[in-house]
């Protein structure tokens, strides 16, 4: 009897899903450098994702003038109004853009009526041409390579027909915004492990955007990242919004990036999790020309490139209010722009090397004094090793306040200290995560020593936790010529007390430790004998 033709499953679960779309991804890779190849992939989740969201919108209109008694031919002109696409956040794809259309056509359109044939990679460029035509916002985002020599239009055809068969919707636009969402942020996390350290440019770990989130509870006006990489600081606001059932609309979204297909995938991770970010009309360096001039942001989170050598430095620039920071290192150019963008009582978060906190060459220090005696520096967060696969550096969390006596607990002068480096767990030999538990434990610290209304409405209250968090004065800061470095402060962890009393420890420990001086004279005493005997 011959064996029965294997036939795949249908995956079950989103883990299931994203692993199946991901494997056939890669099956995509072949000529194609990295970089291209991510954006084929990622061009082509965003294609489906607002195909699917424009039929889903598109039934439910249909449905709305049934219901209202228009007739068949009413409803068909009423169909196509695009208002009533975009109105309601949906952008409006052309009959040549749907998905049906070139699933219909995954290999390829033949040649017709005098007209040339076509290859899918054809057929998907002119798509993305006319969904940046049909919307501005979109102009100068989408890819469009699908069609050079390099892409393999087979198995791009291939690729087509699984997520053909993968539906985003089915629960509401909402619903297919957040699965293909998921399925948008689990390829860029993939695609930073594969290009190592240069992911890194585009790629936060969730973990760590996830505790500048939940320290700084961004729930309201503008949220702003200097160096937005893919947009993650924004879409984690999102996704922290939903959690505390506030709408997406209580803020308003401010980015800035310097790297062209960095910036576009930002745009496209955007627009997928419905958040209007005003990223620019272009790409730039933050330094040369900062692209929002008069903007004073509610709430800051940056993970800028580390030890920056070659930037665009002006001595004379207004931003360096505290010092101007050195030459050949543009960590403190970071910290000194984020904070000339804080609104009155804004708070920030920045990703910096650890270094950062201790450092004292090119006049770092003197800065460092200077942010601390404005009393502007409200926590220190000290991370655990290998949360980033994209460097070896050990990283840190700076956390700014402009008005520290704004919480339930007035901590003017007072700086917060948390020694994380214990957290988390490892994923792999190459890589560390932070847990729900770490992150909350990070978080809720803060807010209980800042007297958030989070805090109080939990029943939190703070308390100094040696070995892991501790509130110091700016004068003991200015004792220890301002490093900022949490393990200088919060000591050591205290050991649990097993009711022993301490002369007894003492006793038996060293009746313990003769016993072993013994054994292990005995055991010598044995080993020459049986060497002896030997010889």
């Not at 033709?5 to 099956?27: G, I, N, Q, R, Y």
């Amino acid at each position: 009897m011959p064996p029965k033709k294997k036939v795949d499953a249908t995956p079950s679960t989103m883990k299931e899903l994203k692993d199946t779309l991901w494997k056939a991804a890669d099956k995509l890779r072949g000529s194609m450098d990295a970089s291209q190849y991510k954006d084929v992939i990622l061009g082509l989740v965003f294609l489906k994702y607002v195909s699917d969201a424009f039929e889903e919108r598109r039934g439910q209109i249909a449905a709305e003038l049934t219901a209202e008694g228009f007739d068949e031919s009413q409803i068909g002109d009423l169909l196509d109004d695009v208002d009533e696409y975009t109105g309601r956040g949906v952008f409006w794809v052309p009959a040549e853009a749907r998905w049906q259309f070139l699933a219909e056509n995954a290999k390829g359109l033949p040649a017709f009526d005098g007209a040339p044939a076509k290859s899918i990679g054809q057929l998907i460029d002119e798509a993305m041409d006319a969904v940046m035509t049909a919307n501005p916002s979109l102009a100068a985002t989408l890819p469009k390579l699908y069609n050079r020599d390099n892409v393999d239009q087979r198995r791009l055809g291939e690729l087509l027909d699984l997520f053909n068969s993968a539906r985003f919707t089915g629960q509401g636009a909402t619903k297919a915004r957040d699965l293909l969402g998921e399925v948008y942020e689990y390829f860029l996390e993939k695609f930073a492990r594969a290009e190592g350290k240069r992911g890194g440019e585009f790629y936060t770990p969730a973990g760590v955007v996830r505790v500048l989130v939940e320290v700084l509870e961004p729930d309201h006006g503008r949220v702003y990242d200097p160096c937005c990489g893919s947009g993650g600081m924004f879409v984690q606001t999102e996704k922290f919004l939903e959690s505390h059932k506030k709408e997406g609309s209580n803020i308003s979204v401010y980015g800035q990036e310097l790297n062209e297909r960095t910036w576009r995938m930002a745009k496209m991770n955007l627009a997928i999790h419905g958040l209007n970010g005003n990223l620019a009309s272009r790409w730039g360096d933050t330094f040369a020309r900062d692209q929002h001039p008069d903007l004073q942001a509610d709430f800051i989170m940056a993970n800028p490139p580390f030890n920056i050598k070659d930037w665009a430095r002006s001595e004379s620039d207004p931003r360096w209010k505290f010092g101007v920071p050195p030459a050949g290192n543009a960590n403190y150019a970071w910290i000194q722009h984020i904070i000339s963008k804080l609104a009155p009582g804004g708070s920030a978060g920045v990703v910096m090397a650890n270094g950062s906190m201790s450092s004292n060459s090119g006049g770092e220090g003197d800065i460092r004094a200077q942010l601390v005696e404005a009393d502007l520096v409200s926590c220190m967060v000290a991370l655990p090793t290998q949360l980033f696969r994209s460097t070896g550096i050990p990283v840190c969390l700076w956390f700014f306040a402009k008005d520290k006596s704004s919480g339930a607990v007035d901590r003017s002068g007072e700086v917060l200290f948390i020694d994380a480096r214990n957290l988390g767990y490892m994923v792999d030999r190459a890589e560390r995560a932070l847990s729900d538990e770490d992150i909350a434990k990070i978080a809720n610290a803060y807010h209980s020593w800042r007297g958030s209304p989070s805090a109080v409405s939990s029943g939190l209250e703070y308390d100094d936790e040696p070995g892991f968090c501790k509130s110091v004065s700016l004068a003991e800061i200015k004792a220890a010529d301002y490093a900022l470095t949490p393990g200088r402060y919060v000591g050591a962890a205290e050991i649990a007390d097993d009711g022993e009393p301490i002369e007894e420890k003492i006793d038996r420990l060293k009746k313990e430790l003769f016993e072993q001086f013994d054994e292990s004279e005995r055991l010598a005493a044995v080993v020459r004998e049986q060497l002896g005997r030997v010889s």
